[in-house]
């Protein structure tokens, strides 16, 4: 389950609260009982904590009820049948389905609140434009916006029980594996707002097709009022099809100006680092020049949604330029860090083809090291068409000016073979099938003044090798010569 173990509510309520929102009746005895907090991992528990008890591929959480209520947490959420499960030890209240009533529960937590919210989903760039957003609204908001990857059906409930009275504004990330989790998350959080970033080839292991991708981005669209705003990249395919299924009034942005977009960029630039820089054009024909704080071409188009959601919701033009500027984005993505003799492009928390071209696109265009090397591992959830989209990569690989092409992982060693097919150098190209492998091979693959990205999908943690290469330059003695 990652790192979406617990959390601290942001109001405490009692537990006859939580009962009577989920049609049920406290445990007798129990009704002013004090939740602080909210739990799934009974080694998070403490005074105050609701441990919900959710079954997982490989634990049940039934089995921690004793130890969560033993550790002092003020309740348990458990299944109904599973309702002997804690014993004399604490208060239990049993509902039909923990994770629904987890999700229940919060969608109830969240409306005791006055606030302006926000939803994103896209097959890329959605946490990116998240953290842009959120620093924008941060001016004229006290914003609550998603940590991390809490963006599931348990990481979304979550994010909302940490709403504080001193919440004006909530920007919240959607994910989805499967058509109708997005409908369900969309149905907990109830958004104003809806952002599409872009519709890619991210899930189709589950989905088939990149229409069953685009039906599910849809569903958040579909559950917005009729009085609130669909902000939509124009220039996606699968764009204006999503806009039409929307009730609520669309905002349409683009990278470059377009007949029905509202907000676009206009003297796009950048800096050594492929850091952009462009004026930002807002409606009313307002003007700002505004200078990304992240590498990539691509993030224009994470910004520029950003901006036109800060704009519909009375976000000043400078207060949106201040924020796109000063954003604290989520780590390892698209992210340079200086080790020593080397320069890192640490891309590691997902990848798809899509993302794949950017960052190969923004290493071939940096103006750092004497070489380039790509470091590219497993993408992962892409079903049938995996090999196809492995051999795609392989192909812009080679058309990317690398100077050294590392693999890693089963899949990845397509991207290898088809970079040597399409004429990359075979002598330039490794392959390793661990990462333990790739590793040891470091300081002879690696040299001085390299500039290195690296880049797979989340369950690679190929974090772990940028964590290597750091160990092995930071006192700028690693490395061949």
């Known amino acids: 389950m990652t790192d979406e173990m617990s959390c601290a ?50 634990e049940d959480g039934h089995r921690y009820v004793p130890d969560a209520l033993g550790r002092g947490a003020a309740a348990a959420l458990v299944a109904r049948d599973r309702s002997d499960t804690g014993g004399e030890a604490g208060p239990l209240l049993p509902v039909d389905d923990p994770l629904l009533a987890l999700g229940g ?61 001193q919440h004006d504004a909530a920007v919240v990330e ?64 699968w764009g204006e099809w999503i806009a039409e299924r929307t009730a609520a009034d669309v905002r349409y942005y683009s990278r470059h100006p377009r007949e029905r977009s509202v907000v676009w960029v206009e003297d796009l630039v950048f800096d050594r680092w492929v850091r952009p820089s462009f004026t930002l054009c807002l409606p009313g024909e307002r003007r700002v020049r505004v200078d990304l704080p992240v590498a990539g071409e691509h993030h224009v188009d994470n910004a520029a949604a950003a901006a036109a959601a800060a704009d ?57 090291g004497s070489r380039r090397v790509a470091i590219l591992g497993d993408m992962l959830e892409l079903g049938q068409s995996s090999a196809d989209r492995h051999g795609e990569v392989g192909r812009i690989a080679a058309n990317s000016e690398l100077d050294l092409l590392l693999t890693v992982g089963e899949q990845a060693r397509r991207i290898g073979e088809s970079a040597v097919r399409t004429g990359f150098p075979s002598s330039a190209q490794r392959h390793y099938g661990s990462r333990r492998e790739l590793i040891d091979d470091l300081s002879d693959a690696v040299l001085a003044g390299d500039a290195v990205l690296v880049k797979a999908s989340r369950g690679c943690e190929l974090e772990v090798v940028v964590d290597a290469l750091m160990r092995e330059y930071s006192a700028g003695g690693g490395g061949g010569s």
């Open 174 to 237: 959607l994910a989805m594996r499967n058509l109708g989790d997005i409908r369900y998350l969309a149905e907990m959080v109830s958004p104003e707002f809806g952002i599409l970033t872009n519709v890619g080839e991210s899930h189709l292991e589950n989905l088939g097709s990149i229409q069953n991708i685009a039906r599910a981005k849809a569903e958040l669209f579909r559950e917005l009022p009729s009085d609130g705003w669909a902000v939509i990249n124009l220039d996606d395919p």
């Open 105 to 165: 529960l919060a969608h109830w937590y969240m409306k005791r609140f006055f606030i302006r919210s926000v939803a994103l989903t896209g097959s890329t760039g959605k946490t990116t434009c998240k953290d842009f957003l959120a620093s924008c609204l941060n001016g004229p908001y006290c914003t609550l916006k998603t940590l991390g990857n809490y963006n599931t059906e348990i990481g979304v409930p979550l994010t909302l029980f940490r709403l504080a009275p």
């Open 9 to 58: 509510v942001g109001s405490a309520f009692t537990l006859e609260e939580a009962a009577r929102a989920l049609g049920t009746s406290p445990p007798a005895g129990a009704a002013d009982v004090q939740i602080s907090g909210i739990c799934i991992d009974s080694r998070d528990a403490h005074p105050g904590m609701l441990f919900v008890a959710l079954e997982g591929q490989s």
């Open 312 to 368: 519909l919701m009375e976000v000043s033009a400078r207060d949106i330029c201040c924020g796109l500027r000063g954003a604290d984005l989520t780590g390892m993505r698209m992210q340079w860090q200086e080790c020593g003799d080397i320069f890192i492009l640490n891309d590691v928390y997902n990848s798809s083809p899509a993302s794949c071209r950017a960052a190969l696109d923004t290493l071939q265009r940096a103006r750092v």
